[in-house]
């Protein structure tokens, strides 16, 4: 595997489930992001993850929570999600949190019934 | 103030035409501008880059304009192909004092070169 993988890549659930979605990059990077992407929509910055440590949460609801176990490896749990939370749900990394250049998996699709 | 304003929505192109995308910013503290290319099915790429100091960058087919005074950015595809359909993004960033740097994107422009 190359570059920044995610697992599952389409996930359908309902309002009560619980799910994970996985991140893992290969390019031993030391940050990683989760992103919101929806129609029409700027990219949305959800949380920042700096060597494991989480730097920046921006304003998400508490249904949503990311786990860092470690520099290559990233969570994000969803628990009693919204209609409105269906989106593609996209991983990045960057080398240091300093760098420019952020390198995006291919993102998992999600849907809320 | 954050906010990176993106136009046109969509565009549809002849192949060889010169597709255009503008952004406008607010914040003149932003010191990088990058342009993210995004095919169905994957997430964005970096495509090109600028920093202020510049006022053009070329990389192959595509070119930034920068117009520091007016804060707007824009990029051009020459002689567009078919394969160059995609979703583009203009994004901006600051230093952050050591902090994360964060991207704020415009909201896309879907572009649709046709053969």
């Known amino acids: 595997e190359t570059g920044v993988t995610q697992t599952p890549r389409h996930l359908v659930m309902g309002m009560t489930n619980k799910k994970s979605l996985k991140c893992e990059q290969h390019?031993?990077?030391?940050?990683m992001y989760w992103y919101k992407q929806s129609a029409k929509k700027p990219l949305e910055l959800m949380f920042v993850?700096?060597?494991?440590?989480?730097?920046e949460n921006n304003s998400v609801p508490s249904r949503f929570s990311p786990e860092c176990p470690n520099s290559s490896h990233l969570f994000l749990h969803l628990h009693t999600l919204q209609p409105e939370d269906s989106a593609l749900y996209l991983c990045?990394?960057?080398?240091?949190?300093?760098?420019?250049?952020?390198?995006f998996g291919p993102g998992t699709r999600l849907t809320v019934l | 103030q954050q906010q990176v304003k993106q136009s046109p929505q969509s565009l549809i192109v002849q192949k060889g035409g010169i597709p255009i995308i503008n952004c406008a910013y607010e914040?003149?503290?932003?010191?990088?501008f990058p342009w993210y290319q995004q095919f169905p099915g994957k997430g964005p790429a970096l495509l090109i880059a600028?920093?202020?100091?510049?006022s053009e960058k070329k990389e192959g087919r595509f070119t930034i304009s920068f117009n520091k005074s007016a804060k707007q950015f824009s990029l051009h595809i020459m002689d567009s192909q078919p394969g160059d359909s995609a979703t583009y993004f203009c994004?901006?960033?600051?230093?952050?004092?050591?902090?994360?740097?964060?991207?704020?994107f415009g909201s896309g422009t879907q572009l649709t070169v046709l053969p």
């Open positions: 990045a990394s960057t080398r240091t949190s300093t760098d420019n250049e952020q390198f």
């Open positions: 390019l031993g990077h030391n940050a």
């Open positions: 993850y700096n060597f494991k440590e989480q730097t």
């Open positions: 914040n003149t503290a932003f010191d990088y």
């Open positions: 600028i920093r202020p100091d510049v």
């Open positions: 994004a901006a960033s600051q230093d952050s004092s050591g902090s994360a740097r964060q991207l704020t």
